[in-house]
Nanobody, 127 residues
């Protein structure tokens, strides 16, 4: 049974930082690309970042470039999202997801390409 569990969410003031973690079990983690997505109330789920199996390739949506960093530790079956210089518009529920198919700059953002999803963790940024 595949399980993804996000943690590290919370409330922070604008300009602050949070580090999200996503622990995965039930599959060969090192064989899966990983993505982070977010969904604010009344909006569709949107891609935030993704990383290749080795951690070498990383992709970011424009609004988080230079502020967020995705990384992974294959020995710990965990993917991270370091979020710096947070803004109120970053407020959302953040989800991690697995991706079995190859990843590149033209496809990393497709929600439908990700198979398994965590329940999400709430991030609230106040001004």
């Amino acid at each position: 049974q595949v399980q993804l569990v996000e943690s590290g969410g919370g409330s922070v003031q604008a300009g602050g930082s949070l580090r999200l973690s996503c622990a995965i079990s039930g599959l060969t983690f090192s064989s899966y690309r990983m993505g982070w997505f977010r969904q604010a109330p009344g909006t569709e789920r949107e891609p935030v970042a993704a990383v290749s199996t080795s951690g070498t390739l990383k992709f970011y949506t424009d609004s988080v470039k230079g502020r967020f960093i995705i990384s992974r530790d294959n020995a710990k079956n965990t993917v991270y999202l370091q979020m710096n210089s947070l803004k109120p518009e970053d407020t959302a529920v953040y989800y991690c997801a697995t991706r079995g198919r190859p990843i590149d700059s033209t496809s990393w953002h497709r929600t439908s390409d990700y198979e398994y999803w965590g329940p999400g963790t709430q991030v609230t940024v106040s001004s």
